[in-house]
């Protein structure tokens, strides 16, 4: 199937520092990506959906000026987490969207933790 | 607003014993519903789907009924193996919602012992 691929597949980072999240869909075109968020024993939390070419949607309660995302091409968009705390620490997932197809595929997930 | 609830794991079972994993949700309207399953180390995969009432979706063993009047979605197998191991993930897409938008339960982790 098609493959999405996400990277760092894990970060440590200091207090106060920037960190970007790499999504790529390796081998279609995603006009569509999405960007999730997962504590611990909890469910995939939904923060955003990416649109190539235009500013991503955030769902309520997600801080747009914190979790900046970026979809400049068509298969690849990238999350920066600004000014990271340690309660930013989580396992953040991407899924893209087929444009053809409206089919999901998921990244492996990156796995962020904030000293 | 939409929400999907699933059992809490871990569920532990023998190899070739029946499994059950309950999932219902909350929607307005009639949403697609989804199993995902995502293996130690890997992205979620695709098992099974279904978009309409009554549907049943199956994959490598697995089943799912869409129950509209239990609002249920139970994933089944009938003999699990120990590459079942994994945490399953049900989920719906809200028939509102024409970008492929979903709502995940919290997951359950199935191990299976040989």
């Known amino acids: 199937g098609a493959v999405v691929s996400q990277h760092p597949s894990w970060v440590i980072c200091k207090s106060g520092t920037s960190v970007k999240i790499e999504c790529r869909s390796l081998?279609?075109?995603?006009?569509?990506m999405f960007w999730y968020r997962q504590f611990p024993k909890q469910s995939l939390m939904l923060m955003a959906t990416s649109n190539e070419g235009s500013k991503a949607t955030y769902e309520q309660g997600v801080e747009k000026d914190k979790f900046l995302i970026n979809h400049a091409s068509l298969t690849l968009s990238t999350l920066t987490v600004t000014s990271a705390h340690p309660e930013d620490s989580s396992f953040y997932i991407c899924?893209?969207?087929?444009?053809?197809?409206?089919?999901?595929?998921f990244g492996e997930g990156s796995r962020l933790t904030v000293l | 607003g939409d929400s999907v609830t699933q059992m809490e794991g871990p569920v532990t079972l023998s190899e070739e014993a029946f499994l059950t994993i309950n999932c219902t949700y909350t929607?307005?309207?009639?949403?697609?519903l989804f199993w995902y399953v995502q293996y130690p180390g890997e992205g979620l995969q695709l098992l099974l789907k279904a978009t309409k009432a009554d549907d049943k979706g199956s994959n490598k063993g697995f089943e799912a009924t869409y129950r509209k009047e239990t609002t249920s979605f139970h994933l089944e197998k009938g003999s699990v193996q120990v590459s079942d191991s994994a945490v399953y993930f049900c989920a719906l897409s809200a028939i509102s919602s024409n970008t492929g938008k979903l709502i995940f339960g919290q997951g359950t982790t199935l191990q299976v012992k040989p």
């Open positions: 899924s893209a969207r087929v444009s053809n197809t409206g089919e999901l595929f």
């Open positions: 081998d279609f075109q995603a006009t569509t």
């Open positions: 929607a307005t309207g009639y949403p697609s």
